[in-house]
């Protein structure tokens, strides 16, 4: 149900996501809302840049910084701009697609303070590939799965539906059966590559976007969230980030978003993928982050030819 759009009346936010880059090792082509990519760049921000809106994001009042891409593990200053979020006493959330991580990445994960995301596509290694265009993708991200529950690194995996309920519902199983306690699933929403020809357009939002959270992409603009990608209100490159969302324009762009009515309290970082929520893919949008325990056994050995 839609109600009277109404845009946020102050700047203060509590959830920013940095797409600190457009590089990615997939290209998802009939998916990835972000248009991402091998030939991608890491944008036109600066380590210092990215280091300045961290710091601005504090004063106004963010909780939680995430960071994705893209594939955030291949900015080359990815570790220290998730220790300057961690230093700033923020908590941190990183959307990977764990396909390839190191071991200085395994030491962050394990930070209190961080939390990290992915997506899995299918339990089938071909269907799983098919959607990422990269094959050895499954079972690097699997294996990296595996890890992160061994390691007891909270961990909270997508699986979008795309209209194939069965193959979701058997990656779900997959996931639980790995230890991952916090698996939810979503539908693909029609923008980047998953629009085909079609423009962007305020019907596939959630509802949520630029209330209380906002997304800086790698150009330096601010846009209402990853999704709505398309509204954008200035940049972080000339202005500081609360002089961008205390402007004319960003208001215009939160009141061009129908709002949705919600039976319950959500926090504004309440994920990808569904009728709530604007982030990269979760369906129940105020469930907690869960803890993926600790698991005996030893992954299987990622695909060393993936970068």
């Not at 085909?196 to 959630?206: D, I, Q, R």
């Not at 509204?231 to 500081?240: F, R």
């Not at 961008?244 to 309440?270: F, K, Y």
Request: hydrophobic content about 35%; proline content about 7%; overall charge negative.
């Amino acid at each position: 149900m839609t109600i009277a759009p109404e845009a946020p009346t102050t700047t203060s936010l509590r959830f920013l996501s940095l797409e600190i880059t457009g590089r990615c090792q997939l290209t998802c082509p009939t998916l990835c809302y972000a248009q991402s990519g091998p030939t991608q760049s890491h944008g036109t921000m600066s380590d210092e840049h990215w280091f300045q809106t961290i710091d601005q994001a504090v004063v106004l009042g963010v909780e939680e910084i995430q960071l994705i891409g893209g594939e955030p593990t291949l900015h080359p200053s990815f570790v220290s701009i998730a220790q300057r979020a961690v230093d700033a006493g923020l908590q941190v959330r990183v959307y990977s697609n764990l396909v390839r991580i190191r071991e200085a990445h395994w030491r962050l994960f394990e930070h209190p303070s961080i939390r990290l995301a992915t997506t899995y596509h299918s339990s089938d290694a071909a269907e799983h590939d098919a959607v990422t265009g990269r094959q050895g993708s499954h079972q690097a991200t699997r294996a990296n799965i595996v890890e992160a529950v061994r390691r007891g690194i909270p961990l909270n995996v997508a699986v979008l539906d795309g209209d194939d309920h069965g193959r979701a519902q058997r990656a779900s199983e997959e996931l639980q059966a790995l230890g991952v306690r916090d698996v939810h699933v979503g539908k693909v929403r029609a923008v980047g590559n998953a629009a085909g020809t079609a423009l962007p357009t305020t019907s596939e939002l959630c509802g949520r976007c630029a209330d209380q959270r906002a997304t800086v992409l790698p150009s330096g603009d601010v846009a209402v969230c990853e999704i709505g990608r398309f509204l954008t209100a200035g940049s972080v490159l000339n202005n500081s980030l609360e002089t961008v969302l205390s402007s004319d324009r960003w208001a215009a762009a939160a009141a061009s978003i129908p709002r949705r009515t919600n039976p319950t309290a959500c926090a504004p970082d309440c994920q990808p993928a569904d009728s709530d929520s604007c982030d990269p893919g979760k369906s129940t949008p105020c469930n907690p982050m869960g803890y993926a325990p600790t698991v005996t056994g030893t992954p299987a050995a990622a695909d060393p030819t993936l970068p």
